[in-house]
C-alpha cells in the first residue's frame, strides 16, 4: 500500500547507545521531515530534506544526524542516546511541485524510550 | 522569531454546536496556512489549508483568514463526538515551492453528548 511507515514503532534503549529511526515513503515526494513530539512543546522540527542528498536543519537538530540517499528514505540517526531525546518522533512527508510543501503527510510515528 | 499561539485549551462544547478555535501568528509575510487535527495517540492529519484572505469551506469545516489581523480561525459546525481531538495550526512563511513551517502547540477541543 502506498504511505509514509515507520519502524520501529516502539523502541526502549540505554543512554549512549545508537538508535536509528527509519522512515520509508511511497508517494516519490520531494521533502521529507522529522519532527519531535513532547508534551508542552507540540512538534519541533529535527531536519528536513527537500531532494535526495539535500538535508537541513530544523529547530532542534543536536544530537541527530539524517541522511537521504534515495528519495523515498530518510532515516533518523541518535549517535548517543540521552534521556532528554525520549520523545515521539514522527516523520512525514509533502510534496512540492503540485501544493505547497506545508501539506504534510505523517507516519505513525516511532515512541522512543532513552533509559 | 517566528511565533504561533494557539489557546491550549480544553474547548468544551456540547455536541451539535459550533467549535472555534483561534490561532495567531507573529509575521505578517506568511503565506501559507494549515490546521491538522491529532487524536490521542495518533499523527497528525491535515484537514484544511487556506492561502487567502476570507473564508475556505469543507464541509463541517471553515477555515478563516485576516493576514491584516495576523489572525486565522477553524470553525467546526454541527460537532461530533468524534471531533474530539487535539487542532494544531500551522504556518509556512515562505510559501508554495519552499519551507518554513511552524506548528502551534495546538488547542484540545472536547465534544461532549
Known amino acids: 500500500d502506498a504511505g509514509i511507515t515507520q519502524s520501529p514503532r516502539y523502541k526502549i534503549t540505554e543512554t549512549g547507545r545508537q538508535v536509528t529511526l527509519m522512515c520509508h515513503q511511497t508517494w516519490s515526494h520531494s521533502y521529507m521531515f522529522w519532527y519531535r513530539q513532547d508534551l508542552g512543546h507540540g512538534l519541533r522540527l529535527i531536519y528536513y530534506s527537500a531532494a535526495a542528498d539535500i538535508t537541513d536543519k530544523g529547530e532542534v537538530p543536536d544530537g541527530y544526524v539524517v541522511s537521504r540517499s534515495k528519495t523515498e528514505n530518510f532515516p533518523l540517526t541518535l549517535e548517543s542516546a540521552t534521556r532528554s531525546q525520549t520523545s515521539v518522533y514522527f516523520c512525514a512527508s509533502s510534496e512540492s511541485g503540485t501544493g505547497d510543501p506545508g501539506e504534510l503527510f505523517f507516519g505513525e510515528g516511532s515512541r522512543l524510550t532513552v533509559l | 522569531q517566528k511565533e504561533v499561539e494557539q489557546n491550549s485549551g480544553p474547548l468544551s462544547v456540547p455536541e451539535g454546536a459550533i467549535a472555534s478555535l483561534n490561532c495567531t501568528y507573529s509575521?505578517?509575510?506568511?503565506?501559507?496556512f494549515f490546521w491538522y487535527r491529532q487524536y490521542s495517540g495518533k499523527s497528525p492529519e491535515l484537514i484544511m489549508s487556506i492561502y487567502s484572505n476570507g473564508d475556505k469551506e469543507d464541509g463541517r469545516f471553515t477555515a478563516q483568514l485576516n493576514k491584516a489581523s495576523q489572525y486565522v480561525s477553524l470553525l467546526i459546525r454541527d460537532s461530533q463526538p468524534s471531533d474530539s481531538a487535539t487542532y494544531l495550526c500551522?504556518?509556512?512563511?515562505?510559501?508554495?515551492?519552499?519551507?518554513?513551517?511552524?506548528f502551534g502547540k495546538g488547542t484540545k477541543l472536547s465534544v461532549i453528548p
Open positions: 509575521d505578517r509575510g506568511s503565506q501559507s
Open positions: 500551522a504556518v509556512n512563511w515562505a510559501g508554495a515551492g519552499s519551507y518554513q513551517l511552524t
